[in-house]
């Protein structure tokens, strides 16, 4: 007699459909719950307004109030401010991943950095830089570039031993074996990385926009919450989830085109 089959089971695959469907499944019913304790009166409207009074609020942001380019300008400062720390974190992730005279030099340093609050250096930066585009640039930067050193270098670390001793023994020297062997070897890890702390920088956004911005998602949320705009804070919120997951497909195509060996 064959058993039958599972609906759950471990590690195993299912079909694209089906996990679309589960995808958008539990929107529908996290959307319908907010929607139904909203109309029932479970919660304050004042302070959780109902999904589709934000979507409304959205609305008139976007086409009456000029949202669009408080949009672009997050998007903006997003992408410079994980560009700029890419480019520190990435080779120098690396290297202190390949060498461990450089992990033990560099390594006390960057750790140390890991564990201070971002938002702590908000006072500093506003001396240093006064209150334009660089506070909140040199404030994402922060918050990001020693946690993705951090990880290049992991993941640089797992690359396996025999890779390395073939190449030597194929006569590679030092510089062949950082980019013949190990670069190849890690690209593929170092894109999840960044994928993964590119939704910490989303995170940090309106932390940064509230640093004496008048423009971006989160300079309009502080407006909203003088005047107890709910509806515009949760609009805020839900554009800027809706940005990220936008950003989190978009690097999991470039992962699938660039590296689809692995798949």
Do not use: C
Not at 115 to 139: D, H, N, Q, R
Not at 213 to 226: D, E, K, V
């Amino acid at each position: 007699m064959i058993a039958p089959k599972k609906r759950l089971e471990i590690r195993k695959p299912i079909k694209r459909l089906t996990s679309i469907y589960l995808g958008i499944l539990i929107w529908v019913i996290f959307f319908g719950t907010w929607q139904l304790a909203s109309s029932l009166g479970w919660v304050n409207a004042l302070l959780v307004p109902g999904p589709i009074d934000v979507i409304e609020a959205l609305r008139e942001l976007i086409f009456e109030r000029g949202f669009v380019s408080d949009i672009f300008d997050s998007i903006w400062r997003v992408v410079i401010s994980f560009l700029l720390a890419s480019a520190v974190a990435i080779p120098l992730g690396i290297l202190m991943g390949s060498f461990h005279g450089l992990e033990s030099f560099f390594n006390p340093f960057v750790s140390a950095w890991r564990y201070l609050p971002a938002p702590s250096f908000i006072p500093v930066l506003l001396m240093w830089f006064g209150t334009g585009e660089t506070p909140k640039l040199a404030l994402l930067f922060i918050g990001v570039v020693f946690f993705l050193i951090t990880m290049v270098m992991d993941y640089t670390k797992k690359i396996r031993v025999e890779l390395l001793e073939t190449a030597e023994t194929l006569g590679a020297n030092r510089n062949q074996l950082v980019r013949t062997v190990i670069i190849p070897a890690v690209l593929p890890d170092i894109f999840i990385a960044m994928r993964q702390m590119l939704a910490v920088t989303w995170t940090y956004l309106v932390i940064a926009e509230i640093v004496a911005s008048t423009t971006g998602i989160g300079a309009m949320m502080m407006r909203a919450r003088r005047f107890l705009h709910t509806d515009e804070i949760m609009a805020g919120i839900m554009i800027i989830g809706v940005l990220g997951l936008l950003f989190d497909l978009f690097f999991r195509y470039l992962h699938r085109k660039l590296f689809a060996y692995l798949y």
